[in-house]
């Protein structure tokens, strides 16, 4: 079984606890944001070396570098989009295609250690 393509609407996240992986966006106060991003950023390189990174743990979901590779992108994104909010009056966003960039930019290819790095610089708080 290959990976669905996700079509949720992922703006429900920013009012509801994540079932998946406990993330509870509405329960941060502004302060906490930057530590938070911090502290994701920190757990990305230690799993970024290992060996397995680029083992899907079931053919319907990402490995852990694919994983990586996507956070990197959301805080590229969302950086883009802040500045946006801050330089614009009411900023429209195109829609971003997770895994259509999963596939264009061959995520499960791509080099751990760069990933890592790329992060890391995404992630800069």
């Known amino acids: 079984?290959?990976?669905?393509?996700?079509?949720?609407?992922?703006?429900?996240?920013?009012?509801?606890?994540?079932?998946e992986c406990g993330f509870e966006g509405a329960a941060l106060t502004p302060p906490e944001v930057a530590a938070t991003l911090a502290d994701n950023v920190a757990r990305w390189r230690p799993l970024l070396e290992h060996p397995d990174v680029a083992r899907r743990p079931s053919e319907d979901r990402w490995s852990a570098l694919e994983y990586a590779c996507h956070v990197r992108d959301v805080f590229r994104i969302y950086e883009q989009?802040?500045?946006?909010?801050?330089?614009?009056?009411?900023p429209l966003f195109q829609n971003w295609d997770q895994d259509a960039t999963a596939v264009e930019d061959r995520y499960g290819e791509q080099d751990p250690a760069v990933v890592a790095d790329e992060l890391e610089a995404a992630g800069a708080v």
Do not use: S
């Open 81 to 90: 989009r802040l500045a946006r909010m801050l330089a614009e009056d009411d």
């Open 1 to 19: 079984m290959a990976i669905t393509p996700d079509a949720k609407d992922w703006t429900w996240v920013i009012t509801q606890r994540c079932p």
